[in-house]
C-alpha cells in the first residue's frame, strides 16, 4: 500500500517549463520511474489529492495494449507538459490498486507489500485484466497467493476459495490456480458441489433457451427470403401479373418484406444479438442488449395484400421477448433446488415452472 506520498515528492519536479502548461499545475508528483516521461494523474492516494504518478512511458506501451492506447491519443491530443505526456486515471480505477500495479509494472520490489488481503489481490486481477498485462506482471503475484495459500490450507485466515481461482485464472497464474482449483475440490461440501453443476447447467440451458428466443426474432424476417413468399406487387405468391395488350407480363417482384427483413437483422448484427456467434461473452450483456433492443424504423407504406407483414410480426416478436425476459428467473429457486428439481406446490420465490423453471 502507498505510504507517504509526500516523502517520494521528487525535489526537482520539471526539468523544463512550457509557457502552455506552468509547472505548478502538476501537483503531487510521486516518480514510479524516476526518468519517465508519462504523467498519471490519480483523484487521491493516501489522503492526498490529487497525485501525480510518474511512470516510464516505454514501459507501459510494452506492458499494456490499453496503456499504449491511452499514450498514443493523450499525444495526439496534445495532453503533453513539455515533452512529457499526461494522462487520466480512469474514474472507476482504485487509485490504490494502479499504484500497486504500477509499483509491480515498474519493478519497484521494495514499494510492494509482504502481504495482500484477498479483496486487494482480487482487485489487482481485474486492474490486469482491464489493462491485458498479465503477461507482464508474470509472477509476480506469487508471493501474495503463496501467502494466501498457505494460511488458508493451515486454516488461519479464511479464504474465498473461489475468488482465488478467479484471480489466478485472470493474472494467468497457472501454478496458484491449481492450488487452488483443487483446494476448491477437495473442500466444498458435496451440496456445494451439486449446487456448482445446477448452476453450469443452468447457464447452458438458459443459453440454448436465449438460442430459440432470438429464432423468433429471425423468423419473421426469413420468411420473407423464402420462395414460397415471393410474390408481384399486389398478386398472390405463384401467380403471374395479366398480361398487358401485346401479350407480354407486367408488374415487378414486391420488395417491401424483404426490405424489412434486411433491415431487422441488420440491427440485430449491429447490436450482437445475432447470430450467436456475434454474442457478447456473457448472458447478462445479451440479455440486457436484447431489452435496450429498439426496432429500427420502417416504412412499408408500399406492402401489398400478399406481403407476410414482417414489419408487425418482428415487432411483436419482440415485445413477447421482452416480456419474457422480465418474468424469467434466470438462476435457480432455492425451494426447488432443495427438492431436487420442480418443487411441487408454491415456492417462496414466485416463478413460473411449466418450462423447466
Ligand atoms: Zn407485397
Ligand atoms: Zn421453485
Keep these: 500500500m502507498p505510504t507517504s506520498p509526500e516523502s517520494e515528492r521528487s525535489p526537482k519536479r520539471h526539468k523544463s517549463s512550457s509557457p502552455m502548461a506552468p509547472m505548478a499545475s502538476i501537483p503531487n508528483v510521486i516518480d514510479i520511474a ?6 498519471m494523474v490519480l483523484s487521491e492516494l493516501a489522503g492526498v489529492k490529487p ?15 490499453i496503456f499504449a492506447t491511452m499514450i498514443s491519443e493523450a499525444s495526439l491530443a496534445g495532453d503533453k507538459i513539455s515533452d512529457e505526456v499526461l494522462m487520466h486515471a480512469a474514474e472507476n480505477d482504485e487509485p490504490d490498486t494502479l499504484y500497486l500495479l504500477f509499483n509491480i509494472l515498474h519493478n519497484r520490489n521494495e514499494k510492494l507489500p509482504s502481504r495482500l488481503t484477498v479483496e486487494a489481490l482480487c482487485k489487482l486481477a481485474k486492474t490486469v485484466e482491464k489493462y491485458r498485462c498479465a503477461t507482464s506482471i508474470g509472477r509476480g503475484t506469487a508471493m501474495w497467493f503463496d501467502r494466501l495459500y498457505n494460511a488458508a490450507k493451515a486454516g488461519t485466515v479464511a479464504v474465498d476459495t473461489w475468488k482465488m ?5 485472470l493474472l494467468d497464474e497457472s501454478v496458484f490456480f491449481a492450488r487452488f482449483t483443487e483446494m476448491w475440490v477437495l473442500a466444498e461440501d458435496v451440496s456445494m458441489k451439486r449446487l456448482a453443476v445446477e448452476l453450469y447447467n443452468r447457464r447452458h440451458a438458459q443459453s440454448g433457451a436465449l438460442k430459440g428466443d432470438i429464432d423468433l426474432l429471425v423468423n419473421p424476417c ?4 423464402s420462395k414460397s413468399a415471393r410474390h408481384y406487387i399486389d398478386y398472390a405468391p405463384g401467380m403471374m401479373p395479366d398480361p398487358d395488350d401485346d401479350g407480354k407480363t407486367v408488374g415487378s417482384i414486391c420488395h417491401v418484406d424483404e426490405g424489412a427483413a434486411t433491415t431487422y437483422l441488420g440491427a440485430l448484427r449491429d447490436e450482437l444479438i445475432w447470430p450467436p456467434l456475434a454474442w457478447p461473452t ?23 395484400d400478399f406481403c407476410e407483414d ?4 418482428f415487432g411483436l416478436a419482440v415485445d413477447i421477448v ?18 431436487g428439481g420442480v418443487k411441487d406446490g408454491e415456492c417462496r420465490y414466485e416463478h413460473s415452472k411449466l418450462k423447466g423453471n
Excluded: N
Design 222 to 225: 426469413s420468411v420473407a427470403f
Design 310 to 313: 414482417v414489419k408487425s410480426r
Design 165 to 169: 481461482v478467479e484471480a489466478t485464472y
Design 34 to 39: 524516476p526518468m519517465g516521461s508519462a504523467l
Design 322 to 339: 421482452k416480456k419474457m425476459h422480465k418474468d424469467r428467473l434466470w438462476g435457480l429457486c432455492l425451494d426447488c433446488f432443495k427438492a
Design 282 to 304: 456473457t448472458l447478462g450483456a445479451l440479455v440486457s442488449q436484447l431489452q435496450a433492443f429498439r426496432t429500427p424504423d420502417y416504412d412499408d407504406c408500399d406492402k401489398c
Design 51 to 65: 497525485v501525480t504518478l510518474r511512470l516510464s512511458r516505454d514501459m507501459l506501451t510494452i506492458a499494456s495494449p
